[in-house]
């Protein structure tokens, strides 16, 4: 199985702040990774696929980056929007998540 | 636009089988696709269950194999997921997704889901 582990668990950030999320998996998955912004009570919405890639219709403040088993995902400047809680998953053997970084107020 | 609708009972006893069904509208699941479960416990994160390309061809997470059968109605346009042997710790909210062409990928297009408690 591969395992996703993302850091923080909790990050607490300000209307305008740059933002970056870290997603690892335990071998490598070259740039089979997803990114995924759930609200509460809703459905997750698909941000960047193949690591890098912006959905259409996806802010351009959304960046996605990596390859291997190091992934990150920028938020340029964080707007009200975007407190949401931020989901990694790989799809390079089965379909794995991370355990989900919650972006906060602070 | 592609819209998926989850349905099925909300309280199932535990030993018992859950059944769900998603009805897709806005694309035939005939023409393609993979199209998957994903279930969401409560305050916790999201696991994948299983896909189903077009053909048939299934593709199951190997934790949960043994209990779990997806299945599609084409005449309805509709996915299926049955999970036998349902303990609490299936209580989760389950979610219908789109995949894409291989059975390992991202999912695009999700329903909202449906909240299914195990309890007796």
């Known amino acids: 199985d591969i395992q996703m582990t993302q850091s923080p668990s909790t990050l607490s950030a300000s209307v305008g702040d740059r933002v970056t999320i870290t997603c690892r998996a335990s071998q490598s998955i070259s740039t089979w990774l997803a990114w995924y912004q759930q609200k509460p009570g809703k459905a997750p919405k698909l941000l960047i696929y193949k690591a890098s890639s912006l959905e259409r219709g996806v802010p351009s403040r959304f960046s996605g980056s990596g390859s291997g088993t190091e992934f990150t995902l920028t938020i340029s400047s964080l707007q009200p929007d975007d407190f949401a809680t931020y989901y990694c998953?790989?799809?390079?053997?089965?379909?794995?998540f991370g355990q989900g970084t919650k972006v906060e107020i602070k | 636009q592609v819209q998926l609708q989850e349905s099925g009972p909300g309280l199932v006893k535990p030993s018992e089988t859950l059944s769900l069904t998603c009805t897709v509208s806005?694309?035939?699941?005939?023409?393609?696709?993979?199209w998957g479960w994903i279930r969401q416990p409560p305050g916790k994160g999201l696991e994948w269950i299983a896909n189903i390309y077009h053909n048939g061809d299934t593709y199951y997470n190997p934790s949960l194999k043994s209990r779990v059968t997806i299945s599609l109605d084409t005449s309805k346009n509709q996915l299926s997921l049955q999970l036998s042997s349902v303990t609490v710790a299936d209580t989760a909210v389950y979610y219908c997704?789109?995949?894409?062409?291989?059975?390992?990928?991202?999912?695009?297009?999700w329903g909202k889901g449906t909240t299914v408690t195990v309890s007796s």
């Open positions: 997704a789109r995949g894409g062409y291989s059975p390992t990928y991202y999912m695009d297009v």
């Open positions: 806005g694309y035939s699941i005939s023409s393609g696709y993979y």
């Open positions: 998953q790989q799809y390079e053997s089965y379909l794995t």
